[in-house]
């Protein structure tokens, strides 16, 4: 007998399940609170629910331990990584006015010098290193990436710069060539740069997780979802933690396919973060083939074509308050919902009481703040930063209307949550759903006050933006839906238009107008989408009813949805993919660009055969080290040829591409 043990967690809600992994039944499930202070917590008590409903020899009978997670997701989203120290190898200078290339560094710094090499691998500048070391001991990395022009034509530089500082740093280092084998010097960059700034955050989450998993005498091997569904080992997640991004809602759509049996839908997973939409054709999930879009982030990354927006039952709940029609928006950003931090903290419950009672609430009021846990103070704050963080504490929320009474202070503050520096907790979807009754499960009097709160609040016309708690959380909730339903309209497009074509639709005015008006007017706007939706993650039934409405479809909740991250975790296997490039040079020879070396070829048939005994060795290699068993490798040629006649061509280059798979049990 062998059991699966699998782990999904997440923003909000960290999930567990025990599979009989013959049966393919599910034996017990857990869920409880993602713990953000020490993950630790909230996983040992999801772990602590599904041990307890299951039998003893179960448990003993643990063979695997999967995690998939939204933590790296968010993160992105969110840019709640670490600060990176980014190294540009050969790029011209004005790569540094990408404004995404800086915001993928997470506040960090960026570093640029000379070196690089051409498209056919060879060197085009002679490295230069002797800015790194200053630039290595800036108190304000936390993480460095190493980026070099064509270094997946010739990875030698990225390699030089990475063996001269792992012997001067105890930062982690991620080369670029090492995720992604694609052209597009920009997009490979920020890719590492994202992978660079997640490497603390998967770190720790595998760490407590073995942990708990000693503690509780589980001795099984660890792995992790990737962004297209597959597994690797924890060791390989802790380098190449990008791959971990998608995670999330790459499980949460193959638990959904496993527990609806449907073979055509969509796929909607909404969490306490994120909403992440795919779709299933014929039984699978769409693949991606431009690399995983994460928010607004293009990336390298293989993953399944999922598209996360940040919108969420725990999304930020914003006004504009120059704007006389109360313009009401939600997310991206997270904040932890005012009824679950009374849970933890009841005194907030006193201050959200004194300001309910306010004739009027300023902007600041219903919020509070916190300083989150770090290891070193960050002595390169500013000075007003400093001394508005030095009022903070520690698992100690404080309202933001004491700590920023100032224009000063209040901007230090926002700039201390950019920088990944505190926790936030405000009115959110979530206690929306507490006010009207939709939802009980947490401090239902925390959400009513911050209702109050925000409805007391008045625009730049003089008006209330509401005139009762339930008005506004109704409000809350329609742009929720509304948002949602746009998102996955949005998403259904993606395969017939481009960024530029969906933009100008939605962009159009009386599309704005008339899309979910209330008004009497002679034309109706609806959306209609011809699949139906299948629903998954703790909020589905609340929310995707009346979503599904909105896009005039059926909505499908199927049982388990609360888990159903956990249970794609627990049902995946594994998958490597190697890729080797042969390209032909001015010397009229074939380049086969390997992983560690480039070698010419003067037969075409010579490089393709060599190419692919490599590439299949290398991928039944990576799946054998990682834990497969019955292997399977498949091995394509793909060209690419300029045709001038019928029987004439031009080679332009070839990809040999191995995937090799596996399974655990």
Same mark, same amino acid.
């Given at each position: 007998?062998?059991?699966?043990?699998?782990?999904?967690?997440?923003?909000?809600?960290?999930?567990?399940?025990?599979?009989?992994?013959?049966? &393919? +039944?599910?034996?017990?499930?857990?869920?409880?609170?993602?713990?953000?202070?020490?993950?630790?917590?909230?996983?040992?008590?999801?772990?602590?629910?599904?041990?307890?409903?299951?039998?003893?020899?179960?448990?003993? $009978?643990?063979?695997?331990?999967?995690?998939?997670?939204?933590?790296? =997701?968010?993160?992105?989203?969110?840019?709640?990584?670490?600060?990176?120290?980014?190294?540009?190898?050969?790029?011209?200078?004005?790569?540094? $006015?990408?404004?995404?290339?800086?915001?993928?560094?997470?506040?960090?710094?960026?570093?640029?010098?000379?070196?690089?090499?051409?498209?056919?691998?060879?060197?085009?500048?002679?490295?230069?290193?002797?800015?790194?070391?200053?630039?290595?001991?800036?108190?304000? #990395?936390?993480?460095?990436?190493?980026?070099?022009?064509?270094?997946?034509?010739?990875?030698?530089?990225?390699?030089?710069?990475?063996?001269?500082?792992?012997?001067?740093?105890?930062?982690?280092?991620?080369?670029?060539?090492?995720?992604?084998?694609?052209?597009?010097?920009?997009?490979?960059?920020?890719?590492?740069?994202?992978?660079?700034?997640?490497?603390?955050?998967?770190?720790?989450?595998?760490?407590?997780?073995?942990?708990?998993?000693?503690?509780?005498?589980?001795?099984?091997?660890?792995?992790?979802?990737?962004?297209? !569904?597959?597994? #690797?080992?924890?060791?390989?997640?802790?380098?190449?933690?990008?791959?971990?991004?998608?995670?999330?809602?790459?499980?949460?759509?193959?638990?959904?396919?496993?527990?609806?049996?449907?073979?055509?839908?969509?796929?909607?997973?909404?969490?306490?973060?994120? =909403?992440?939409?795919?779709?299933?054709?014929?039984?699978?999930?769409?693949?991606?083939?431009?690399?995983?879009?994460?928010?607004?982030?293009?990336?390298?990354? @293989?993953?399944?074509?999922?598209?996360?927006? !940040?919108?969420? !039952?725990?999304?930020?709940?914003?006004?504009?308050?120059?704007?006389? &029609?109360?313009?009401?928006?939600?997310?991206?950003?997270?904040?932890?919902?005012?009824?679950?931090?009374? @849970?933890?903290?009841?005194?907030?419950?006193?201050?959200?009481?004194?300001?309910?009672?306010?004739?009027?609430?300023?902007?600041?009021?219903?919020?509070?703040?916190?300083?989150?846990?770090?290891?070193?103070?960050?002595?390169?704050?500013?000075?007003?930063?400093?001394?508005?963080?030095?009022?903070?504490?520690?698992?100690?929320?404080?309202?933001?209307?004491?700590?920023?009474?100032?224009?000063?202070?209040?901007?230090?503050i926002y700039r201390l949550i950019n920088y990944n520096l505190l926790e936030v907790s405000g009115f959110?979807?979530?206690?929306?759903?507490?006010?009207?009754?939709?939802? $009980? @499960?947490?401090?239902?009097?925390?959400?009513?006050?911050?209702?109050?709160?925000?409805?007391?609040?008045?625009?730049?016309?003089?008006?209330? #933006?509401?005139?009762?708690?339930?008005?506004?959380?109704?409000?809350?909730? +329609?742009?929720?839906? @509304?948002?949602?339903?746009?998102?996955?309209?949005?998403?259904?497009?993606?395969?017939?238009?481009?960024?530029?074509?969906?933009?100008?639709?939605? &962009?159009?005015?009386?599309?704005?107008?008339?899309?979910?008006?209330? +008004?009497?007017?002679?034309?109706?706007?609806?959306?209609?989408?011809?699949?139906?939706?299948?629903?998954?993650?703790?909020?589905?039934?609340?929310?995707?009813?009346?979503?599904?409405?909105?896009?005039?479809?059926?909505?499908?909740?199927?049982?388990?949805?609360?888990?159903?991250?956990?249970? !794609?975790?627990?049902?995946?296997?594994?998958?490597?993919?190697?890729?080797?490039?042969?390209? +032909?040079?001015?010397?009229?020879?074939?380049?086969?660009?390997?992983?560690?070396?480039?070698?010419?070829?003067?037969?075409?048939?010579?490089a393709i055969r060599d190419s692919k005994i490599e590439a299949k060795v290398i991928a039944?290699?990576?799946?054998?080290?990682?834990?497969?068993?019955?292997?399977?490798?498949? #091995?394509?040629?793909?060209?690419?040829?300029?045709?001038?006649?019928?029987?004439?061509?031009?080679?332009?280059?070839?990809?040999?591409?191995?995937?090799?798979?596996?399974?655990?049990?």
């Amino acid at each position: 007998m062998a059991f699966i043990l699998s782990f999904d967690a997440g923003g909000t809600f960290t999930d567990s399940i025990i599979l009989d992994g013959v049966n &393919n +039944k599910i034996i017990s499930e857990g869920k409880a609170l993602t713990t953000s202070i020490d993950l630790s917590v909230g996983i040992k008590n999801s772990l602590e629910i599904s041990l307890s409903k299951a039998p003893l020899n179960v448990v003993k $009978n643990i063979k695997l331990v999967v995690v998939s997670s939204t933590l790296a =997701t968010n993160s992105v989203v969110n840019s709640t990584g670490c600060r990176v120290g980014l190294i540009l190898v050969g790029f011209d200078k004005s790569v540094l $006015n990408n404004d995404n290339l800086i915001k993928a560094c997470n506040y960090g710094e960026i570093l640029t010098i000379d070196g690089g090499h051409d498209a056919e691998g060879n060197e085009k500048e002679s490295l230069n290193l002797k800015d790194i070391d200053n630039f290595i001991t800036n108190k304000k #990395i936390e993480s460095i990436a190493v980026a070099s022009l064509f270094s997946t034509r010739n990875p030698n530089h990225e390699n030089t710069i990475r063996d001269y500082i792992k012997n001067k740093t105890k930062l982690p280092i991620t080369c670029s060539h090492d995720l992604s084998s694609e052209l597009n010097g920009v997009k490979r960059a920020i890719t590492c740069a994202l992978n660079s700034s997640l490497t603390h955050i998967i770190g720790n989450l595998l760490e407590d997780i073995n942990k708990i998993l000693f503690e509780k005498s589980i001795n099984a091997r660890l792995m992790v979802v990737k962004g297209d !569904g597959t597994l #690797i080992d924890s060791k390989t997640a802790k380098f190449r933690p990008i791959d971990t991004t998608m995670s999330g809602p790459a499980a949460s759509a193959i638990g959904a396919l496993w527990l609806s049996g449907k073979r055509n839908a969509i796929v909607i997973d909404i969490g306490g973060t994120t =909403t992440d939409i795919s779709l299933i054709k014929s039984g699978h999930p769409l693949a991606s083939k431009k690399g995983a879009k994460i928010g607004k982030w293009d990336t390298m990354v @293989e993953a399944l074509s999922i598209f996360t927006v !940040g919108l969420g !039952g725990d999304s930020e709940v914003s006004f504009n308050r120059d704007n006389q &029609n109360n313009c009401l928006n939600i997310g991206p950003k997270r904040q932890i919902p005012l009824s679950i931090l009374a @849970e933890a903290e009841p005194i907030i419950l006193e201050h959200l009481q004194k300001q309910s009672n306010l004739a009027i609430s300023c902007p600041t009021d219903g919020i509070f703040v916190w300083k989150k846990t770090i290891k070193n103070f960050p002595n390169w704050l500013s000075k007003i930063e400093k001394l508005t963080y030095s009022q903070l504490y520690e698992k100690k929320p404080l309202p933001l209307s004491d700590i920023a009474p100032n224009q000063s202070s209040y901007g230090a503050i926002y700039r201390l949550i950019n920088y990944n520096l505190l926790e936030v907790s405000g009115f959110t979807p979530t206690d929306a759903s507490h006010v009207l009754g939709m939802y $009980n @499960e947490f401090c239902t009097e925390a959400s009513i006050l911050g209702a109050l709160i925000l409805s007391n609040q008045k625009n730049s016309s003089g008006h209330f #933006i509401s005139d009762s708690k339930e008005n506004i959380s109704e409000l809350v909730l +329609k742009k929720l839906y @509304e948002k949602s339903a746009m998102s996955i309209f949005d998403f259904t497009l993606t395969e017939k238009f481009q960024d530029q074509g969906k933009k100008a639709f939605f &962009n159009n005015k009386i599309f704005q107008n008339f899309i979910f008006s209330n +008004k009497k007017d002679i034309v109706n706007l609806n959306f209609k989408t011809k699949l139906p939706i299948i629903s998954i993650g703790a909020s589905a039934n609340n929310y995707y009813p009346k979503i599904a409405n909105l896009l005039n479809t059926k909505n499908i909740t199927p049982s388990n949805f609360s888990v159903a991250g956990a249970v !794609g975790a627990a049902v995946g296997s594994i998958k490597q993919t190697v890729k080797i490039l042969i390209t +032909k040079g001015q010397d009229e020879k074939y380049k086969v660009h390997y992983p560690l070396k480039v070698q010419s070829y003067i037969s075409i048939e010579k490089a393709i055969r060599d190419s692919k005994i490599e590439a299949k060795v290398i991928a039944e290699k990576k799946c054998l080290s990682i834990g497969a068993k019955s292997i399977k490798t498949k #091995i394509q040629v793909v060209k690419n040829e300029f045709i001038i006649s019928k029987n004439k061509s031009i080679f332009l280059e070839c990809n040999v591409i191995s995937t090799c798979y596996g399974k655990i049990l």
